[in-house]
């Protein structure tokens, strides 16, 4: 593993393997403090998810099909939400994240205007949980005030624990099961989402995307970013979902 | 303040040459590194955290999980990586169960009510005055020799939560009861014909190339969805060959959502349709002459009734549709067939599973890569995996003793019955005639609310407890759970707070002088005696040179097992029945498909914000209760999303929320068991409606069990409309055209 100076975090997400379970949504929601979506949140289109899993139809009874994707931050090398934060409190850091300070953020909404994974989240409220269930929040996040913007981290203090634990041990950080890892990754049934760092050759999530991308266009190539064409250069990295009946490629 | 042209030059000048200056040097780099401000600065310690294995609760299945604590609060649940059955995975589910731990409507000490029943009325008592009521009540049956009107009903409970319970109850002379809402008393009927198991074998999805599934929507809420996932991952990518998934099914279920192929059947022909296959693949000679007789009873004559052309029409299919799945499923080289949920809760249920699962035998893939693994028996003598529950027949029977007055006390634990039992059951004005109600609930759910004494028990998080496993990995495995935190209602001292049920059991036991014939005074002790046996063994994962070493081995890894006690490679096939066509029960226009839905369950986690906001993966619909139509159905009866529509059945009817999609078959409607009740705290009361509520009494004709998926209803808007609270929409979909695409497919022979 490289040093810090060197790390691109990111992630590859196999739909073909998602089942569209909602066990990272929970999951993110229990290591986030995320507030509870009440039904009136629902109602008003105020919920927060920072992963999320988006439900598609295609065609009709019979023959129809359900697709789902988890869609999270994609922290984008070229990020459209960072240029517009008038106090910098969303940036680039130097491991290739795209990060968001919530102590500085003013909550203009701008960068939520600009992202077009609309993966961004106001809070509209003060977050409020009965006295008890506090008990559960993570003392390793903020807890996000009204009139602030959050959003998917990577689950940065749980890289920020491993690279502490790793130099108070003296050893390399790792990725993968026992290493570093976002909650949603760890919780994923299906193994769909995998992390790690994109500068270290020999890491999973670099193998698997040179093994998805250097293939593009080519039938077995499965690798896409979304909205590429933006060209937001995201850490995030899909595999096409194989359909059977798909015949030929769809989508390009 | 006024600016001369000169001062203004020369600001602009000054702070030009700022810029350049700054830009020169960059951020500093700490102020890179700042992520959130949880970085602290060097002379602050962070928290130390603890993390402590245990078992989950949350499912049918048990995962082994393990909790982070810190400062001795539980604050996150992830699988625990060493646990034979989820191997380090969870669901959606096992995560909520940080939220039963601390939910603000637990309740704090036992109670015993000086209202009338359901009015909410109690008074806060000691435990020891608690006990005293309970046992006063059993000896008083005692003294007159009617044990046996005393009534212990609980969930599926196994190992030794199980083993008390049912040494209590038969060392009292209390009648036992177990109480699932979703009986899967047809299924495990059929795995113990079928396979020889008590318990469920294991599916080795992750292997198989052909998976053909028929009801049970195993990937989402169908006894061990986790594995099953974790599986299904592998099957689809976890090997050169990319696994084929076909599922049978009346509705669109998650899991049909994921198979490559959905078949649509008529409900309750999934049956026909298995027959059907094993029928073609008997005829095309692609079975073996002692696996046809086994089925068959030696005489194959009987299956043409069930060729593919013969049943084609009812089933709703055409008959090249089974010629081709049967051809599948025998020309692929790891064939596995799964089966239950909807298509066990019909009439013919059992003979429709009964078919299902002897496409195995077919298919020849028992104790085999890719196939079905068998199960061991529990390495402990009195330890076994949870049974299933009563039959709704059973049920029906007692609320008819308890009319009768043949019921005295009735202790409920974990088993919401006046939730779940349906209307027809009579039970919530029967119980009426039971004078003593007493609850073990550690929340206020349905059946609590009514309970004349409650004696809260703990939440699983603090308590002790084992596990074998209801859907076992072909080896022996015992799951250990321990308290991961101090009891939350601790401060409240020795005589309030919260017990666990088994110490309960084992405490009343003590006052009534009543011997249980286990060795120990708390469950703890039980529990290390049967470590000490383990212990005795001599083999397994913990390699210990002292008992007390071995005891923190088990607990440190969440469990014991041994991966060389393996289960039977074989089993006998058994005849098969014919499929008789499913009764259905009312004359309404759509069939109702309700399910279990993938948060709530049958009812059980609808406390739990964080699951009654869960989206449902299909419709992504949260906190209410809605019903699925079919769009184009929706459209031609002037219904859209949102309408409040009553869905009546037999005379009974509720009230949801119309949810039109384009996948609900034509004839039918689906709705999610889970919501409905009275009670349950604040995150559940008086949310959405109770489809349970509402069925018919259609049994299973082998089991007696509930056919719950055997109503047609009719459907009426009422006129109202309230906003669907979904996730849908709460983002702007994704723009779909030539050079914006969302999901990217690709075609199957890529791989």
């Known amino acids: ?252 | 303040m006024a600016l001369t042209r000169r001062q203004f030059l020369t600001l602009m000048g000054g702070s030009a040459g700022a810029a350049v200056f700054f830009q020169a040097c960059g951020i500093p780099e700490k102020e890179l590194l700042i992520d959130s401000p949880i970085e602290m600065p060097e002379d602050l310690v962070t928290g130390i955290d603890n993390w402590y294995a245990t078992s989950c609760r949350q499912c049918d299945t048990c995962e082994g999980i393990v909790v982070r604590v810190m400062e001795g609060r539980a604050k996150k649940i992830e699988g625990n990586s060493d646990y034979p059955i989820n191997m380090g995975k969870h669901g959606p589910r096992c995560e909520a169960g940080l939220q039963g731990l601390y939910h603000p409507d637990r309740i704090s000490a036992p109670l015993v009510r000086t209202g009338p029943r359901g009015s909410g009325e109690y008074r806060e008592i000691s435990w020891e005055d608690a006990i005293a009521r309970l046992t006063n009540e059993l000896q008083n049956l005692q003294d007159s020799g009617d044990e046996g009107q005393a009534v212990l009903v609980t969930n599926p409970i196994g190992a030794h939560h199980g083993l008390v319970a049912d040494k209590f109850a038969s060392t009292f002379g209390a009648r036992r009861f177990t109480y699932e809402p979703l009986e899967t008393s047809v299924v495990r009927k059929v795995v113990s014909d079928v396979f020889g198991q008590n318990a469920m074998p294991d599916f080795d999805i992750e292997n198989s190339d052909y998976l053909l599934s028929f009801g049970a929507d195993f990937l989402s809420t169908w006894v061990s969805p986790t594995r099953y996932s974790r599986g299904y991952g592998e099957f689809r990518q976890g090997h050169d060959h990319r696994g084929k998934m076909v599922h049978v099914d009346s509705r669109f279920s998650a899991t049909a959502a994921n198979a490559d192929e959905w078949i649509r059947v008529n409900p309750g022909t999934e049956g026909m349709f298995a027959l059907s296959v094993i029928q073609h693949a008997v005829s095309m000679g692609h079975v073996s002459d002692d696996v046809v007789n086994a089925l068959t009873g030696g005489d194959s004559d009987w299956l043409s009734t069930y060729s593919p052309e013969n049943v084609a029409q009812q089933v709703g299919v055409s008959a090249e549709t089974i010629t081709h799945v049967a051809e599948d499923f025998t020309h692929s080289d790891h064939p596995l067939a799964i089966g239950g949920g909807s298509a066990a809760a019909h009439s013919n249920g059992y003979s429709a599973v009964k078919a299902v699962f002897s496409l195995n035998h077919v298919a020849g893939n028992i104790g085999k890569k890719g196939g079905v693994i068998l199960n061991p028996d529990s390495p402990v003598d009195g330890l076994a995996a949870a049974p299933a529950g009563n039959s709704f027949a059973e049920f029906q029977r007692l609320t008819e003793d308890m009319q009768a007055g043949a019921v005295k006390v009735l202790m409920v634990r974990g088993a919401d019955l006046f939730y779940g039992l349906p209307d027809i059951a009579g039970f919530k004005g029967r119980s009426a005639s039971v004078p003593m109600i007493v609850s073990f609930g550690g929340m206020m759910d349905d059946t609590t609310s009514m309970a004349d004494l409650i004696l809260p028990e703990h939440h699983y998080l603090e308590d002790w407890g084992t596990d074998v496993p209801l859907a076992g990995v072909g080896y022996e495995v015992v799951g250990f759970q321990q308290p991961v935190v101090r009891p939350f209602f601790e401060d409240r001292g020795e005589n309030l707070g919260t017990k666990g049920f088994a110490d309960v059991l084992l405490a009343a036991s003590q006052v009534m002088e009543m011997d249980l014939g286990l060795n120990g005074e708390t469950f703890k002790d039980v529990i290390r005696e049967s470590a000490r046996e383990l212990y005795g063994l001599g083999r397994g994962s913990i390699n210990a040179s002292s008992f007390e070493s071995f005891w923190n081995g088990v607990l440190q890894r969440g469990g014991w097992w041994d991966v060389n006690a393996k289960g039977p490679n074989t089993a006998e096939p058994a005849r098969l029945d014919g499929v008789s066509s499913p009764v259905i029960s009312g004359s309404g226009e759509f069939t109702l498909m309700p399910f279990a839905s993938a948060s709530l369950l049958d009812g059980r986690n609808a406390s739990l914000p964080w699951m009654q906001a869960m989206p449902d993966p299909i419709s992504t619909a949260t906190w209410q209760t809605w019903v699925e139509i079919n769009h184009k159905v929706a459209e031609d009866r002037g219904i859209k999303e949102g309408d409040v529509v009553t869905v009546s059945a037999s005379g009974r009817s509720i009230t949801a929320l119309a949810m039109p999609n384009p996948a609900t078959p034509p004839d039918a409607v689906s709705i999610p068991f889970g919501q409905g009740h009275r009670d349950g705290g604040r995150y559940s009361a008086g949310r959405g409606g109770n489809v349970l509520a509402i069925l018919d009494a259609v049994h299973d004709q082998a089991t007696g069990s509930l056919a719950w998926a055997a109503n047609k209803v009719s459907v009426t808007p009422t006129g109202e409309w309230v906003r669907v609270p979904k996730f849908e929409n709460t983002v702007p979909e994704f723009p779909r055209d030539e050079h914006n695409h969302v999901i990217e497919l690709t075609s199957g022979d890529a791989h």
């Open chain 1, 1 to 252: 593993m490289a040093d810090s100076q060197d790390r691109k975090w990111g992630m590859v997400v196999d739909i073909d393997r998602c089942t569209g379970c909602n066990g990272c949504v929970i999951a993110c929601q229990s290591e986030n403090n995320i507030p509870n979506n009440l039904e009136e949140h629902f109602n008003q289109r105020r919920a927060i998810q920072w992963i999320r899993i988006e439900r598609y139809w295609e065609g009709e009874y019979p023959n129809v099909k359900a697709r789902f994707i988890p869609v999270m931050c994609q922290q984008c090398g070229n990020a459209p939400c960072e240029p517009v934060c008038p106090v910098y409190a969303t940036y680039h850091n130097n491991e290739g994240l795209n990060v968001q300070v919530y102590n500085r953020c003013i909550g203009t909404r701008f960068c939520a205007n600009g992202c077009p994974y609309h993966v961004r989240f106001f809070n509209f409220w003060e977050p409020e949980w009965p006295d008890s269930l506090k008990n559960q929040l993570n003392p390793d996040v903020t807890v996000r005030s009204r009139g602030i913007m959050e959003k998917c981290s990577f689950c940065v203090q749980r890289i920020r624990r491993s690279t502490r634990e790793a130099d108070r041990d003296g050893v390399q950080v790792e990725d993968g099961d026992r290493g570093i890892s976002p909650a949603c990754v760890n919780a994923c049934p299906t193994t769909s989402l995998t992390f790690g760092d994109f500068n270290d050759e020999t890491s999973q999530v670099s193998i698997m995307k040179e093994e998805a991308m250097s293939n593009r266009g080519k039938k077995d190539g499965r690798g896409y970013r979304l909205l590429d064409n933006l060209g937001t250069e995201t850490n995030v990295i899909y595999l096409k979902k194989v359909d059977e009946s798909a015949g030929a490629v769809h989508g390009h």
